[in-house]
């Protein structure tokens, strides 16, 4: 879950300050909350095994290559905590997702633990670390995660689980639909209103899990990013910093996508 925005309010809110901390501020005192390091920029939960410490080094080698595809350098060097247990991903405040992502931290829960979910995260870090505020701003919300989806390949949103929910009939957003989810809020309220919130009751009872809004992101952003490549990415980047708007610079970055083709 990308969270920036929130971040951005509570900060300008004043609601951090004085001696009263949040849980994502834990993070970056990590080994004063249970976290050992085991790399450059790896922190695990303290009792991980080895097999777990050797997993997470090659999902950051696998998930920076991943960045580096797609944005053909990295200038973003997120630290990341990773927990083993469900406790400790609620004492860094991670309650239901798989992972998240504060500023430069990344926080990957027991269910979370691959390439795929840090490469997300990392991507989310990678972007906003490119963008002026303003542009990371007025950036909607569906286009950030739509990127962050092709380019950590998670199973969950694949191609692949977009046929399943079509051939389903599960109900999921329309194009159109996906395009008016610009802010963090109307986001998270489309997550919870088709269902991704529930999926752990669907996994209770035996019943498969559904990611309709986040695979829409990315049905939506594969198209655009392939044709696109890394120069069409660079070039969005340098529009929405120089000032245009989204759709301006979601279309002449790649000019076989108008805008409208985002909405249909």
């Excluded at 991903?89 to 979370?112: E, H, M, Q, T």
């Excluded at 998670?154 to 079509?166: F, G, I, T």
């Excluded at 008016?180 to 269902?195: C, E, I, M, N, P």
């Excluded at 245009?244 to 790649?254: D, L």
């Amino acid at each position: 879950m990308h969270i920036w925005k929130r971040i951005g309010l509570l900060l300008s809110a004043g609601i951090v300050g004085g001696c009263s901390i949040l849980p994502w501020g834990k993070l970056h005192a990590p080994e004063s909350f249970g976290l050992t390091p085991v790399a450059p920029r790896i922190y695990v939960e303290a009792g991980a095994d080895e097999a777990t410490r050797t997993m997470l080094r090659d999902a950051m080698e696998k998930a920076e290559s991943a960045i580096r595809a797609a944005y053909g350098n990295v200038i973003s060097r997120p630290v990341v905590h990773a927990c083993i247990t469900e406790k400790c991903y609620a004492v860094f405040g991670g309650y239901g997702s798989r992972a998240k992502v504060y500023g430069d931290r990344i926080l990957l829960s027991p269910r979370g633990l691959n390439w795929h979910y840090l490469a997300h995260e990392w991507s989310h870090a990678e972007m906003h670390s490119r963008l002026t505020f303003s542009a990371w701003w007025h950036m909607p919300q569906w286009f950030d995660e739509g990127v962050a989806v092709a380019i950590s390949e998670a199973p969950e949103n694949s191609e692949s689980h977009w046929q399943y929910l079509v051939a389903s009939d599960v109900p999921r957003p329309t194009q159109r639909e996906l395009y008016g989810f610009k802010s963090l809020r109307q986001w998270d309220d489309a997550v919870g209103r088709y269902g991704e919130k529930k999926n752990a009751e669907r996994k209770a009872k035996g019943e498969p899990e559904i990611r309709p809004v986040y695979t829409a992101a990315g049905h939506a952003l594969r198209p655009w990013l392939a044709t696109a490549g890394t120069p069409g990415l660079l070039a969005f980047i340098e529009k929405l910093n120089d000032g245009e708007t989204f759709e301006s610079a979601y279309q002449t970055a790649n000019p076989s996508f108008a805008p409208g083709d985002a909405t249909r």
